[in-house]
């Protein structure tokens, strides 16, 4: 059974950084894509950075140059690093899986596998 579990969550202020955590279990983790969304109240879910099994990235324009997601398949483990976070990024985060080397991009019809999400609250 898939199961991936957040954590790393938190408030900052705008300018701040926090680093999200997210550990997979129940599949063979290194060859599955993995991903980060979010979703604020009232806003569809938005995938913001993804990583190949082969460590390739893709960012969500809104985050390029400030988030960056990495993996740690001895660990089971993605995270995202996040920097300069402004009020905008409040949000829901959650880990997304994709049973497929591949990406394919940041549609949520791409991922099969959900968390459960990790809150993070950037006030001004």
């Known amino acids: 059974q898939v199961q991936l579990v957040e954590s790393g969550g938190g408030s900052v202020q705008a300018g701040g950084s926090l680093r999200l955590s997210c550990a997979a279990s129940?599949?063979?983790?290194?060859?599955?894509?993995m991903a980060w969304f979010r979703q604020s109240p009232g806003k569809e879910r938005e995938g913001v950075a993804a990583?190949?099994?082969?460590?390739?990235?893709i960012y969500a324009d809104s985050v390029k140059g400030r988030f960056t997601i990495s993996r740690d398949n001895a660990k089971s483990t993605v995270y995202l690093e996040m920097n300069t976070l402004q009020p905008e990024d409040t949000a829901l985060y959650y880990c997304?899986?994709?049973?497929?080397?591949?990406?394919?991009?940041?549609?949520?019809?791409?991922?099969?596998?959900w968390g459960q999400g990790t809150q993070v609250t950037v006030s001004s």
């Open positions: 997304a899986s994709r049973p497929n080397y591949y990406c394919g991009g940041l549609r949520v019809t791409n991922y099969n596998y």
């Open positions: 990583i190949t099994g082969g460590e390739a990235t």
């Open positions: 129940g599949y063979t983790y290194d060859t599955y894509c």
